[in-house]
T-cell receptor
Framework: KNQVEQSPQSLIILEGKNCTLQ??????????LRWYKQDTGRGPVSLTI?????NTKSNGRYTATLDADTKQSSLHITASQLSDSASYIC????????????FGAGTQVVVTP | DVKVTQSSRYLVKRTGEKVFLECVQD?????MFWYRQDPGLGLRLIYF???????EKGDIPEGYSVSREKKERFSLILESASTNQTSMYLC????????????FGSGTRLTVV
């Protein structure tokens, strides 16, 4: 069973609108949680990283939240742009000596004009 | 600009061929990883290496082997390619001093016919 579940699987939003992506995880022991953006045919690029003591982190129009008690995270995209069309992947790090990661399956976001 | 470079963006190979996928990083990272990414399954770890000449199996090592003769280079080998190995292959590197933040390559889209 995947230890990192993302929802929705995909969504379509109008340019300029906001959206929120969800990530629930069961990974333990938890080290940190990251959100990556992956453009089609490209490797993932890091957006944010949060440890268990952080509950929010922003990167431009992207804001990630983390509730380590309920093991939930969200990624909020503000004033979406066409370039935001991509897959957004939630990644949870297991606490060990080399940082093994557990990946969600991703949410495919399509921003339309 | 630091980077992880994968030698090929697209490859087409025949069933039974021996296939080499090369990955080079210029960040002096100790850890390197090979993942495959398939629709709906997310990224799955094939092999990783935490030092030169060291390698560990990931979640799906069957049908693959790896080589790390130098710190900056990590090669993935498909001993006898099969059609079910058609996938996107992503290389990544990380280091403890960056809290194991992953840097990904751009990926290699391999098609086995």
């Amino acid at each position: 069973k995947n230890q990192v579940e993302q929802s929705p699987q995909s969504l379509i939003i109008l340019e300029g609108k906001n959206c929120t992506l969800q990530c629930n995880y069961t990974v333990s022991p938890f080290s940190n949680l990251r959100w990556y953006k992956q453009d089609t045919g490209r490797g993932p690029v890091s957006l944010t990283i949060m440890t268990f003591s952080e509950n929010t982190k922003s990167n431009g129009r992207y804001t990630a939240t983390l509730d380590a008690d309920t093991k939930q995270s969200s990624l909020h995209i503000t004033a979406s742009q066409l370039s935001d069309s991509a897959s957004y992947i939630c990644v949870v790090s297991v606490y060990d000596s080399w940082g093994k990661l557990q990946f969600g399956a991703g949410t495919q976001v399509v921003v339309t004009p | 600009d630091v980077k992880v470079t994968q030698s090929s963006r697209y490859l087409v190979k025949r069933t039974g061929e021996k296939v080499f996928l090369e990955c080079v990083q210029d960040m002096d990272h100790e850890n390197m990883f090979w993942y495959r990414q398939d629709p709906g399954l997310g990224l799955r770890l094939i092999y990783f290496s935490y030092d030169v000449k060291m390698k560990e199996k990931g979640d799906i090592p069957e049908g693959y082997s790896v080589s790390r003769e130098k710190k900056e280079r990590f090669s993935l080998i498909l001993e006898s390619a099969s059609t079910n190995q058609t996938s996107m292959y992503l290389c990544a590197s990380s280091a403890q001093e960056t809290n194991y933040g992953y840097t990904f390559g751009s990926g290699t889209r391999l098609t086995v016919v």
